[in-house]
């Protein structure tokens, strides 16, 4: 199984900042693409910013400029670096990761792997 742990969040002041990461582990071939999505109260998941292997980036047109998504592929790890935060981007947030894992010699089919969430509070 592929396993996604988060870290990072918090209770922050509006215009202030936070570092969001995850990490990956277990029987992992590749990951093609890792990401961050969000959820707030009575709102639907949403994407806030996605890279791929090679360092191509994804955002929300709410976080551009504001948000930076960057990523270790020799640690498997995505990082979220949220500046200028807004009582809007309260939300619980979601790592994401799009992965091939093995089990011996068998590979299974690419498949999508989500984290348990983190809560990011951000204060007016």
């Known amino acids: 199984q592929v396993q996604l742990v988060e870290s990072g969040g918090g209770l922050v002041q509006a215009g202030g900042s936070l570092r969001l990461s995850c990490a990956a582990s277990?029987?992992?071939?590749?990951?093609?693409?890792m990401g961050w999505y969000r959820q707030a109260p009575g709102k639907q998941r949403e994407l806030v910013a996605t890279?791929?292997?090679?360092?191509?980036?994804n955002y929300a047109d709410s976080v551009k400029g504001r948000f930076t998504v960057s990523r270790d592929n020799a640690k498997n790890t995505v990082y979220l670096q949220m500046n200028s935060l807004k009582p809007e981007d309260t939300a619980v947030y979601y790592c994401?990761?799009?992965?091939?894992?093995?089990?011996?010699?068998?590979?299974?089919?690419?498949?999508?792997?989500w984290g348990q969430g983190t809560q990011v509070t951000v204060s007016s």
């Open positions: 994401y990761a799009h992965a091939t894992r093995y089990s011996g010699s068998y590979y299974y089919a690419p498949g999508d792997y």
């Open positions: 277990g029987s992992i071939f590749s990951i093609s693409v």
């Open positions: 890279i791929t292997s090679g360092g191509s980036t």
